[in-house]
């Protein structure tokens, strides 16, 4: 089975610096996605960053980049230039291409301090 | 584009009624949707994956009599809570995806439903 870890409950970041938030995983697969999902307050999960494991090129959305490593099983987000509204919990997720299902960590609590 | 409305946002019932929640994909056909629950604090849990036309695919533990999933149409699914009660309560959030050339890919939310059961 595949399982998610987030071994980071909570982060803080000054707002404009940048912050590193971890996630590694586990799966026998050789085919599948990994994301990065934002929450904020408002409890709406917003696709942040999407990352097929094929691909060796590390995905990045403007301020949001990944660091994958896959002999690692690591899969760690970078939020640069950070801003209030980057405050939220954020949910790594392992998704199957099998199944289609997603398998998410526990989740790190990000605040951003002014 | 990839937009997932849920409806209702609140609901409060009494123990023992049920209560129906909607999921739709409002700019894109959805082959499969699934159900997940939230407690406060804590990661979302998958309760049910279900395809258009066809039965929902529990996961263990979930009941399928309690938590009955209809999947009409390529842009709507709906989950009804029976018989409700107060350790129902949650946060319920759908999530809808596509498959293209035999892959699923990626899931996109609704805004979620409190249920409050009295």
């Known amino acids: 089975a595949q399982t998610v870890t987030q071994s980071q409950p909570e982060m803080s970041v000054q707002e404009a610096e940048t912050v590193t938030l971890s996630c590694t995983y586990d799966?026998?697969?050789?085919?599948?996605?990994l994301f990065w999902y934002k929450q904020p307050p408002s409890r709406q999960m917003i696709l942040v960053i999407r990352?097929?494991?094929?691909?060796?090129q590390n995905a990045t959305e403007n301020r949001f980049s990944v660091n994958f490593q896959k002999a690692a099983k690591s899969f760690s987000l970078k939020i640069s230039d950070s801003q209030l509204g980057d405050a939220a919990m954020y949910f790594c997720a392992y998704g199957s291409s099998n199944t289609g299902k997603l398998i998410f960590g526990q989740g790190t609590t990000l605040q951003v301090k002014p | 584009g990839a937009v997932v409305s849920q409806h209702p946002s609140w609901v409060i019932c009494k123990s023992g009624t049920s209560v129906k929640i909607e999921c739709r994909s409002l700019d894109f056909q959805a082959t499969t949707m699934f159900w997940y629950r939230q407690f406060p604090k804590q990661s979302l849990m998958l309760m049910a994956t279900s395809n258009e036309g066809s039965k929902a695919t529990y996961e263990q533990g979930v009941e399928k009599d309690k938590f009955l999933i209809n999947h009409a149409s390529l842009t709507l699914s709906t989950l009804t809570v029976t018989s409700a009660h107060p350790e129902d309560s949650s946060f319920y959030i759908c999530?809808?995806?596509?498959?293209?050339?035999?892959?699923?890919?990626?899931?996109?939310f609704g805004p979620g439903t409190r249920l409050l059961v009295l």
């Open positions: 999530s809808a995806s596509h498959v293209a050339s035999g892959r699923p890919l990626t899931q996109y």
């Open positions: 990352q097929e494991a094929y691909k060796q």
């Open positions: 799966t026998s697969e050789s085919d599948y996605y």
